[in-house]
């Protein structure tokens, strides 16, 4: 069964940058997609960005498209969130989640993932 772990998270300044990290165990990142959500505080988790298991294809929520960017390096089990200007309201408890696909299509639902983190906290002060 895969575990998943995630790191990076912190207290950034508004403008600032913050990789996230996901690392899998009890298993690989392929034929796995993987995506990252996350929840705010008094809110639903959310989608944030996915990515299918070949790499060749990318979902973002509007919120984060052209600051964040997701990828994989398979050989090191390990799926990334790079999050740049980063807003106040981007804080919240990041969470990386998988689900055993060899599809191109990304789901942003949250039912439609097997795995899942413990999460990351995320804080953006302004």
């Known amino acids: 069964q895969v575990q998943l772990a995630e790191s990076g998270g912190g207290l950034v300044q508004a403008g600032g940058s913050l990789r996230l990290s996901c690392a899998a165990s009890?298993?690989?990142?392929?034929?796995?997609?993987m995506a990252w959500f996350r929840q705010a505080p008094g809110k639903e988790r959310r989608f944030v960005a996915g990515?299918?298991?070949?790499?060749?294809?990318?979902r973002y929520a509007e919120s984060g498209k052209g600051r964040f960017i997701i990828s994989r390096d398979d050989a090191k089990n390990t799926a990334y969130l790079q999050m740049n200007s980063l807003e106040p309201e981007d804080t919240a408890v990041y969470s990386c989640a998988s689900r055993n696909s060899r599809g191109v299509v990304v789901p942003i639902t949250r039912d439609a993932y097997t795995y899942w983190g413990q999460g990351t906290q995320v804080t953006v002060s302004s």
């Open positions: 009890g298993g690989t990142l392929s034929p796995y997609t």
């Open positions: 990515i299918s298991w070949t790499g060749e294809s990318t």
